[in-house]
């Protein structure tokens, strides 16, 4: 099997960034500053930690997206000229909102099929280490949460690309399914301010599944990072690799 990529950027990383360490700002937006890839600004900031939603298609109506939407804008609509502190409260409540909404499972929720949940759950991890490190992640029913930091010379929005269409072509393969959307093409993303934001979003990815009624504890939610399982899993495959091909 061959050998994952390396990232030759990471020699200039002497020490994992704190979240509030953040660098200055650099032109590409996609690296850091506001771009827009749909109804939700995206506010990326280079060496940054980011909280990232992402769901099935059939998962949230349009119609109750453009409410949340109309909501976020009238709230932004009050705020005084500059209130960057409010908008980005504004953001997050749509952020809120979202989340619940996804928790109570409405559509297909193909991600319930175990052998689409171990499908993604392999393909997240598959460059954890070398393009982007998962600090949390859970395989929700209809919806993905991850805590993820890019490593230099990766984009979030590359990242997320990437995982997206392999993940999408492949359980169209395991549904055997043809022509149809497997996740909506806009992801929820935001920056993580501090340490303790942080420590509130790890919380929150652990305890989605026992919120949604999914199981009882984290540790027994097969298809996220609270899983033992998974350190048996990534040291097997961590081994598979250096098999030669």
């Known amino acids: 099997m061959a050998q994952r990529d390396s990232n030759p950027d990471l020699d200039r990383v002497r020490f994992e960034l704190r979240a509030t360490g953040m660098p200055r700002e650099t032109p590409n937006r996609l690296r850091s500053g506001i771009h827009s890839r749909g109804y939700l600004p995206h506010v990326k900031r280079e060496g940054a930690i980011y909280f990232v939603t992402f769901r099935l298609a059939d998962s949230l109506p349009k119609s109750v997206l453009l409410e949340f939407e109309r909501q976020r804008a009238e709230a932004v609509r009050r705020l005084a000229a500059g209130d960057h502190a409010g908008r980005e409260a504004a953001n997050r409540e749509l952020l809120r909102q979202v989340e619940r909404y996804l928790d109570r499972g409405v559509g297909a929720c ?67 399914r043809t022509g149809e959307s497997f996740w909506q093409p806009e992801s929820f993303d935001h920056w993580v301010r501090d340490d303790d934001e942080k420590a509130r979003i790890r919380r929150y990815i652990r305890n989605n599944p026992v919120k949604a009624g999914l199981c009882a504890q984290p540790e027994e939610w097969r298809w996220g990072s609270a899983w033992p399982g998974w350190g048996a899993r990534k040291q097997e495959r961590s081994s598979a690799d250096k098999r030669p091909s």
């Open 110 to 176: 193909q991600l319930r099929h175990p052998e689409v949940a171990d499908m993604v759950a392999d393909a997240l991890l598959h460059f954890h280490g070398t393009r982007y490190r998962l600090e949390e992640w859970v395989i929700m029913p209809n919806h993905v949460h991850l805590l993820l930091w890019p490593m230099p010379g990766h984009t979030l929005s590359a990242i997320l690309q990437s995982r997206k269409r392999h993940t999408a072509r492949q359980a169209n393969l395991i549904l055997q």
